[in-house]
């Protein structure tokens, strides 16, 4: 079973909420899921504390277990630390790979 840690939905139309949870990769989006790991608010400012909330120890747990993080998820994983340098950056084009330089180049300077 290949387990991933992603954004399941909730909330009214128009007011996103989402739960991250620990699910089956073939599980439906919003469907049955292992276990809940933490929360994201859209709504609230990027500076709130409450925005994303995360219970570390589990979500460590899964990570040593095998789960592979969604783009999204792995950023908050990122920002919290718990998985530094998990950031992807999507497409193959000409902007990735000017991002990457730059990242490159930073980490050179580093």
Same mark, same amino acid.
């Given at each position: 079973m290949?387990?991933?840690?992603?954004?399941?939905?909730?909330g009214a139309?128009? @007011?996103?909420?989402?739960r991250?949870?620990?699910?089956?990769?073939?599980d439906?989006r919003?469907? $049955? &899921? !292992?276990? +809940?790991? /933490?929360?994201?608010?859209p709504?609230?400012?990027?500076?709130?504390?409450?925005?994303?909330?995360?219970?570390?120890? @589990?979500?460590?747990?899964?990570?040593a277990?095998?789960a592979?993080?969604t783009?999204?998820?792995? $950023? &908050? !994983?990122? +920002?919290? /630390?718990?998985?530094?340098?998990?950031?992807?950056?999507?497409?193959?084009?000409?902007?990735a790979?000017?991002?990457?330089?730059?990242?490159?180049?930073?980490?050179?300077?580093?």
């Amino acid at each position: 079973m290949a387990v991933k840690l992603r954004l399941a939905r909730a909330g009214a139309k128009k @007011r996103p909420f989402y739960r991250i949870v620990a699910a089956n990769g073939r599980d439906a989006r919003d469907g $049955r &899921f !292992l276990e +809940k790991l /933490g929360t994201y608010d859209p709504q609230l400012a990027s500076d709130n504390p409450t925005r994303v909330t995360l219970n570390e120890e @589990r979500v460590r747990h899964w990570l040593a277990s095998g789960a592979q993080p969604t783009d999204r998820v792995a $950023r &908050f !994983l990122d +920002k919290a /630390g718990i998985l530094p340098g998990a950031t992807r950056q999507r497409g193959t084009g000409k902007k990735a790979a000017e991002i990457a330089a730059k990242k490159a180049e930073a980490e050179a300077a580093a």
